[in-house]
């Protein structure tokens, strides 16, 4: 079962809990939404990439060439 | 001379790591807050990792300007928690921690809350991010209470660690 630490700044104490079955669903849907925000970022970075090297390969340059031409 | 920077609590995660650090009971006391981090993430590469208040999950808008070790850029996003940082993880260095100091002030006031943070990853490697971040948190109320969690859900390795200090302006 995960746990959190749980600092009481009233006293100063320091508790591990386990989380609720509510914080775990919580953070289940964290995990799936970061997955796809990811998967996301993944894929517009690679469109981008692709369309780089596509306006390259026109003007006759590598990816890299363009990048520093444009650097 | 009055003392205003106070340290109001500190905690550092155990062997078994911990899916998130939470301060609840925050005094109103003082002007503003500072939590100063160590951290790393027990799986994953480079996480990103979120602060909320009170326990409320809207109304969070982050924008971050950061270099990677190769590149530099800028992004903005609203999620559940501010963003601020990402953090060294298991693809990192063995052993390395990511740092970082948020600064929250006026947190005991009745407008919006703004925070301030600064954040490095350390790794043997070219991809090494530092980060500047600018977080809002659209809500009048006092902050009370601050969690510390991975937005995809990860835990924190043993030996992270964090402290709130409260900081008075006299």
Redesign the interface.
Known sequence: M???????????A?E?IE?TAEEIA???A??E???QA?AEEEAAAAAKQAEKEAIAAKLGLTAEELVKLLG | MATTYEAIATVTVGSGGASEIEFTSISSAYTDLSLKLSTRCATDDFPNIRIRFNGVTTSYSHRIVYGSGSAAGSYSGTNNGIDYASDDAAAQTANTFSNCEIYIPNYAGSTNKSLSADAVSENNATAAYALLTAGLWSNTAAINTIRIYYGGGQNLSQYSSATLYGIKNS
Not at chain 1, 2 to 12: Q, R, W
């Open positions: 995960p746990t959190k630490l749980v600092v009481d700044c009233s006293t100063g320091v591990e989380l919580q953070r289940e964290d995990a939404a970061a997955a990811k």
